[in-house]
């Protein structure tokens, strides 16, 4: 890895520049076998174990589309807004590569299936609009582990292949250059990305998991001096696998460039890889000698003709899109906007109603989601979604607490034990005694200690000066290690006393 | 000489079904005939003696035992060597496969088996089917088995001369450019190129893809139609095959009454550059077909001069593209493998040294016709002119039923008279290419030996999409007519020159 560059400090740089973005995200498409033959396309299998003569590439074999594949993309392009084509082809793009079984992929290239769509995202209340160049099909490659000492190419002893990812379908999505965003490019970015990853959930056309690859984006940035009109030479982030790494990334790249500009250098067109540990880019392939990929036509796949009558029905079958979606939970939940926002900033919508769905109020689901639980998953790095505790276990939880089981104080003991994987609500409430105290006479008991710890308080209320009960509450929960409905409590003691 | 290898695979299908012969006898007779001549004639690369003899006692139990059995049973074939066969090897004529052993069958293999042929070997061709000669083959050349110091043709050089050497009464081939017409016209057998799609390229190495397409070789029309109504049909794993019934091939072999079909000859497909020798049997045979009853006539093609040059940027372009695989990264013959050299340096060295110069030529071609800024005046215009050739076909095909000329300019030349001299060689597909642009059906039929150099000369038919019958009907009635002309079929020459030695 090259030394850490130059940066410019962010402010600083968005005084000088307004970053374009442009933005290419992949999807793996959940289709149950590949793109062009019939093996599985499940993720984690035994390396090599789901390949054929044809996602090998062995000579004579040939594809056949897999018609799944086709359908998804066009509900994808339907639901970006986007214009499908009504005959279309695949290319080869060329280029030799290992992962590759044939040395070529099998893409689109002048011809893709969905064209020109748009979706408005928003950040900070302030909407967006992103313009969608194209959504297109493609193969994916096979995956290469490199090893050595390094894990990288460079400085591997040997590689090896697994190609059940080879053919798996995918459907690249990319934008126009999105401008205007200024100082909150990287943040319209993850909206976006997050958008696409909630309408693909939606859709129902994706597992839509970053870590896992099945989402990937490729950020492009590049910046144009305030007021100028003529973009600036881009650079391509990759190995960016979280909405988190997203923003990260760009606003690195970002004042990267900027800091390169303002020495007067001039930025390098290439491919930067995105190093999510230390939180910087390092250059990649050099695309300053352009690649040409030599595409033609792929002569052996028909085209695509879908039929307009098709297309229709699927238009009609889509499911809400997710800012409809958002708008109708939001009534639905009497949200104010801002509560709102906290929920789909995080990326709790879909955990919220899950929640809900479990039973739990929408008041108490989007309590836990973003708190207690969106404090846990920014402290681990990972995806609300990747939070080892299910909407059933937190609408438990809270039914818990809604029977008097356990109180709120409690419950944050609940979610860390749940999260540190020690079992669901009910075991851990009791494996760990968690239960508030309801036997009667060993609350009497503690209620006894309290008055006797704390005699002047005690007096003061029997002389009618009732404010003065929370020092003996407080005692009591102490002496019970919280263990103990509040109110309960303190009815016992207010009986006691006067 | 055993009588069996000179039999067709009609007759011996009989001479089964009455229980005069077995399949092994007729299996055992062709091993034995290629023992005794492939020395001379090198039409096979690997002959698979031991699967041969067992799938021919499987049949004759099967026979034994009652099952109804398809009417090629127990007749031997020859399958060129770039159709993938579980377990043999498939070198595609290539060092950088001489190792490799596919895992699964060709679908037109798989049809064989299923119909009780049996698969006596791959023959040999030019390397991944480039050339007009097999002298691109990187284990040397076929020998003509009507001049051994002459071509076989090619690229399925081997598949024609196995059935003029009598090692087996069928063959497949494989047509991108002509390979199975040219080789069936220099040795005097009959080759067919059925309708693109028509039968299916799975397991079949491509060259290129949008020409390529496998085909019936044969001595006698009914054993072409019968092979042709085995391999033909719809293949789901192939997106490229016609999901349509399989025209009736060999009903129209059975006809030999042409009256009332129009054939047109092509007028740019003869004259300069012609051997005279073959103008002149060529224009015999016309008027064999006019007294069989057809109407002849003379129909232009104005674009077929371009065919040449524009199949000579498509077919590399697709060349180039579909022999990137060949990285011996997964299969094939790998060079320094040392632990030393980078996967690029290996890569680059193994098809420095696995492929051959044709094969290199092509790739070079194709390569720098579909580069970025080169695209739109080779490929595009290339494309162009394909469309332009579909609609001189088309429009031929409005005024008569079949198109004929010759098969080759010239007959059978000498080994090594071409193989310095690429377009020389390019050349003897000059009357084949035009219907694998357009992917219509087209076959070649003997209609003699040239007076010049008694080597024998082939008749094209050319037939309108999915009209693969006609191809069977006119060359039914050449057949006939020929037959009392000669008083037996050409290739009865070659035996008598052989009993005569």
């Known amino acids: 890895m090259s030394p850490a560059e130059r940066l410019l400090d962010f402010d600083q740089a968005m005084a000088l520049f307004d970053p374009v973005l442009g933005l290419e995200v992949h999807v793996e498409l959940n289709t149950r076998s590949k793109m062009f033959c019939g093996c599985s396309t499940a993720f984690g299998a035994e390396p090599n174990s789901q390949t054929c003569p044809v996602c090998l590439g062995l000579p004579g074999s040939l594809p056949v589309l897999n018609r799944r594949a086709v359908e998804s993309a066009v509900r994808i392009g339907l639901a970006l807004n986007c214009s499908i084509a009504q005959w279309c082809r695949f290319a080869r793009k060329n280029y030799f590569y290992p992962d590759m079984p044939k040395d070529f992929q099998t893409s689109q290239y002048d011809e893709p299936i969905c064209q020109g769509g748009q979706v408005t995202v928003e950040v900070s209340g302030q909407p967006y609009l992103i313009e969608i160049e194209r959504a297109h099909m493609e193969e994916d490659a096979g995956k290469l582990v490199h090893v050595g000492v390094t894990g990288r190419i460079q400085g591997a002893d040997h590689s090896l292949l697994d190609y059940n990812r080879a053919g798996v379908p995918l459907i690249e999505i990319v934008t126009k250059p999105v401008t205007g965003t200024g100082a909150q490019a990287p943040q319209v970015a993850r909206a976006y990305v997050a958008y696409l990853r909630d309408l693909l959930r939606g859709l129902g056309v994706s597992d839509v998991r970053m870590e896992q690859g099945s989402l990937r984006c490729d950020a492009n940035v590049s910046l144009m001096p305030k007021g100028a009109s003529q973009l600036g030479t881009r650079t391509e982030t990759k190995n960016v696998n979280s909405l988190r790494s997203i923003e990260r990334a760009l606003r690195y790249e970002i004042r990267r460039q900027a800091a390169v500009l303002v020495d007067g250098g001039r930025v390098k067109q290439e491919t930067r890889h995105w190093h999510e540990d230390v939180g910087l880019t390092s250059p990649g392939r050099s695309k300053e000698q352009a690649e040409d990929y030599r595409y033609f036509p792929e002569p052996d796949l028909a085209p695509i003709a879908p039929s307009p009558e098709w297309v229709e029905r699927l238009r009609r079958d889509l499911p809400e899109a997710p800012d409809q979606r958002v708008a109708r939970l939001r009534l639905e939940w009497g949200f104010s906007e801002a509560e709102m926002r906290d929920v789909t900033g995080g990326g709790a919508l879909d955990r919220v109603a899950q929640t809900v769905a479990a039973g739990a109020t929408p008041t108490a689901a989007r309590k836990w989601w973003t708190t207690e639980l969106a404090r846990w998953a920014n402290q681990a790095g990972v995806e609300l979604d990747d939070v080892p505790m299910t909407p059933d276990q937190v609408a438990e939880v809270q039914a818990l607490i809604d029977r008097g089981v356990i109180n709120d104080k409690l419950a944050r003991r609940v979610f860390e034990a749940v999260l540190a994987g020690q079992g669901a609500p009910d075991e851990v409430v009791r494996s760990l005694g968690l239960a508030v105290v309801s036997d009667g006479a060993a609350l009497s008991q503690a209620v006894q200690r309290a008055i006797a710890a704390q005699p002047e308080a005690a007096q003061s209320i029997r002389q009618g000066k009732v404010q003065a009960v929370g020092a003996l509450i407080g005692q009591v929960m102490k002496d019970l290690r919280g263990q103990a409905d509040a109110a309960t409590v303190r009815q016992l003691i207010l009986d006691e006393l006067t | 000489m055993n009588e069996l290898i000179l039999k067709g695979a009609a007759e011996l299908s009989q001479l089964m079904a009455d229980g005069q012969v077995s399949s092994q006898e007729i299996t055992q007779a062709c091993l034995d005939r290629i023992a005794q001549v492939e020395s001379a004639v090198a039409a096979f690369l690997h002959v698979d003696a031991e699967r041969a003899l067992a799938q021919a006692q499987r049949i004759d139990r099967q026979r034994a035992a009652g099952q109804a059995l398809g009417p090629l049973a127990g007749v031997p074939v020859a399958l060129k060597d770039s159709f993938a066969y579980a377990g043999a090897p498939t070198t595609c004529g290539s060092l950088i496969l001489r190792d490799w052993i596919p895992p699964y069958n060709a679908t037109v293999t798989q049809r064989l088996l299923d119909a009780g042929l049996v698969i006596l070997g791959k023959t040999n061709l030019d390397e991944f089917a480039m050339g007009s000669s097999t002298e691109n083959s990187a284990f040397g050349p076929t020998h003509n088995p009507w001049d051994l110091e002459r071509v076989p043709g090619g690229s399925g050089g081997g598949s024609a001369a196995s059935l003029v050497a009598f090692e087996t009464p069928l063959a497949i081939g494989s047509d991108t450019g002509g390979s199975i017409r040219q080789p069936a016209a220099v040795t005097g057998t009959i080759g067919v190129k059925p309708t693109y799609g028509g039968s299916s390229r799975y397991g079949l190495v491509a060259m290129a893809s949008s020409l390529d397409q496998p085909g019936p070789c044969a001595r006698g029309v009914l054993d072409a139609a019968l092979l042709h109504r085995v391999i033909a049909g719809w ?23 042409l009256t009332g079909l129009r054939i047109g000859v092509v007028k740019e497909l003869g004259g300069e550059g012609y051997a005279a020798g073959v103008e002149r049997r060529f224009t015999e045979a016309v008027g064999l077909l006019e007294a069989a009853g057809a109407q002849l006539s003379e129909v232009s093609c104005p674009h077929f001069p371009l065919a040449l040059g ?174 009392q002309q000669w008083s037996g079929p050409l290739w009865a020459e070659l035996v008598r020159r052989e009993e005569s030695r």
């Open chain 2, 235 to 257: 293949d789901p794993k192939d997106s490229t095959s016609i999901d349509a019934p399989v025209p009736d091939v060999v009903q129209a072999a059975g006809q030999t009454d």
């Open chain 2, 310 to 483: 524009a199949y000579y940027l498509i077919m590399p372009s697709e060349v180039s593209s579909n022999l990137a695989r060949f990285d011996a990264v997964r299969y094939g013959w790998r060079v320094n493998d040392d632990g030393r050299h980078s996967v690029e340096q290996v890569m680059r060295r193994s098809r420095g040294a696995g492929f051959g110069d044709e094969a290199k030529r092509r790739i070079i071609l194709g390569t720098y016709a579909l580069s970025s800024g080169y695209y739109d005046a080779y490929y595009g215009s290339a494309q162009k002119v394909r469309t332009l050739i579909i609609e001189d076909f088309a429009a031929a095909f409005e005024r008569v039923d079949v198109l004929i000329s010759p098969a080759t300019p010239t007959t059978a030349f000498k080994l090594g008279e071409r193989a310095g001299d690429p377009l020389a060689m390019y050349k003897a597909d000059l009357c084949t290419i035009p219907s694998n642009l357009a992917g219509n059906a087209a076959a070649s039929f003997p209609v003699g030996l040239s007076p010049e150099d008694g080597m024998p000369v082939g008749l094209q038919v050319m037939a309108p999409p999915l009209a693969d019958d006609r191809l069977y009907r006119v060359g039914a009635a050449l057949e006939l007519a020929l037959r």
